[in-house]
């Protein structure tokens, strides 16, 4: 079946920097990639449509200057977490749609920002 | 309000012990509705599509059902490594999905 891989799996920061996560499409081609958040023990929020070729697409209360997304290729979008805070840790996870009416989700970026 | 909920937020079962999950949805034009699975630190596990009321799938020990107000998860005989958080989403434009918060399931050898 599709796979979607991200990476890093795991990253620690400090508060101030700046942490990108990828997010591949390895099988099949993106259009359009979604970037979500999970907190414990919480359903995952849609925070932002990552489109290839055009601008991404926030969800209301998310600040697309702190997260900055760039669906650089048909394969590839990046979540770039800007000035990061500890609230910002999070566990982050990129689905993509497979064509067939179906999402592939990669398997999340754990996110702790010290 | 377009909404998923699912229920019960938990369930324990003993090993062979069938049960349902529910997920119930207030989406207007429904173009389908998902069922995830997600193991803790994972992302989530594509299981089901289901598109319209009526429709059945199954997959193992798992038989997902839908009807115009919501769907049903139902597990047979369960086992230990079927432990884990189900997620229901409905997608409603677009491919972008509104999800519930999950059941989390255990299964007790």
């Known amino acids: 079946g599709a796979v979607v891989s991200q990476h890093p799996s795991w990253v620690i920061c400090k508060s101030g920097t700046s942490v990108k996560i990828e997010c591949r499409s390895l099988?099949?081609?993106?259009?359009?990639m979604f970037w979500y958040r999970q907190f414990p023990k919480q359903s995952l929020m849609l925070m932002a449509t990552?489109?290839?070729?055009?601008?991404?697409?926030?969800e209301q209360g998310v600040e697309k200057d702190k997260f900055l997304i760039n669906h650089a290729s048909l394969t590839l979008s990046t979540l770039t977490v800007t000035s990061a805070h500890p609230e910002d840790s999070s566990f982050y996870i990129c689905?993509?749609?497979?064509?067939?009416?179906?999402?592939?989700f990669g398997p999340g970026t754990r996110l702790t920002v010290t | 309000e377009d909404q998923v909920t699912q229920s019960p937020e938990a369930l324990r079962l003993q090993e062979g012990e069938s049960s349902s999950l529910n997920c119930s949805y207030t989406?207007?034009?429904?173009?389908?509705l998902f069922w995830y699975r997600q193991d803790p630190g994972k992302g989530p596990e594509f299981l089901f599509t289901?598109?319209?009321?009526?429709e059945e799938k199954e997959k193992e020990r798992l038989k997902a059902t839908l009807t115009k107000k919501e769907s049903f998860l139902h597990i047979t005989a369960p086992k230990p490594e079927d432990s884990a958080t189900y997620l229901c989403?409905?997608?409603?434009?677009?491919?972008?999905?509104?999800w519930g918060a999950g059941t989390k399931l255990i299964i007790k050898p």
């Open positions: 689905s993509a749609p497979s064509g067939a009416g179906e999402q592939y």
């Open positions: 099988d099949f081609q993106a259009t359009t």
């Open positions: 990552s489109n290839e070729g055009s601008k991404a697409t926030y």
């Open positions: 989406v207007s034009g429904l173009r389908g």
């Open positions: 289901l598109y319209s009321a009526g």
């Open positions: 989403a409905v997608e409603f434009s677009n491919y972008q999905l509104i």
